[in-house]
């Protein structure tokens, strides 16, 4: 699993693109570390093999 750092431009490109929002300097550096951690955990999941099983189709109607 490679390590990555989102950068303030990046962070502020993908706020902009997916959300139609602005930030300020200070929300993107607070909103860093937030999105590095999401960033490693999605990392983590891909790299789970989970060679021949199935996905789980079991589910509530109901909600709840």
Sequence with gaps: MAATTLSTQTISEMV???GGLSLS???????????????????????IDLGEA???????????
């Design 16 to 18: 902009h693109k997916l």
């Design 25 to 47: 300097a200070s929300e993107l550096e607070g909103l860093a570390p937030q999105l590095e951690i999401l960033f490693r955990d999605i990392q983590l999941l891909e790299s």
């Design 54 to 64: 199935e996905p789980e189709t079991l589910f509530d109607m109901q909600g709840e």
